[in-house]
């Protein structure tokens, strides 16, 4: 079973760290897997992911920090109720992260709150580019000059 699922808060307001999502074996020796992926990023930058912790239980959680299309070699980590952060992560050609949720050791349930995706590509500074620019135009001038 995979689901979602919310708590109301004061006023009627939804409680963003109550457990949301969740998967669920069934029973406690039962392991279940739930396979996702965050399409549409530009292939070329890098992104850090945060994965908000539930307040319930663990779940388990791997990331294909590499870009590669696949979890093998990556880092399976125990979410608990504080998060966990994945990063730097290269998505793959296509714009896509691949992960796989579990749940917890020895718990029939994971519970989580929810994913935050943050850009973190560096961006050049307008005079870093200004500066490149004029000084391949003064290259460029220069060898005009010599010919």
Do not use: C, K
Request: charged residues 20%.
């Amino acid at each position: 079973t995979a689901g979602w699922g919310g708590a109301g808060g004061a006023g009627g307001r939804l409680d963003l760290v109550r457990d949301y999502l969740f998967v669920d074996a069934g029973n406690v020796t039962g392991v279940l897997s739930l396979d996702w992926t965050i399409s549409g990023l530009i292939p070329s930058h890098i992104y850090e992911l945060y994965a908000y912790g539930g307040v319930a239980r663990d779940m388990a959680l791997t990331v294909d920090i590499d870009g590669d299309g696949s979890l093998v070699g990556d880092l399976l980590v125990v979410v608990d109720g504080n998060g966990a952060l994945f990063g730097p992560i290269t998505p793959d050609a296509l714009g896509n992260i691949i992960g796989q949720v579990a749940n917890g050791t020895g718990d029939p349930e994971g519970n989580w709150a929810g994913f935050q995706l943050r850009d973190i590509s560096p961006i050049p500074e307008p005079g870093t580019m200004a500066l490149l620019a004029l000084g391949s135009l003064g290259l460029l001038r220069r060898r005009r000059r010599r010919r």
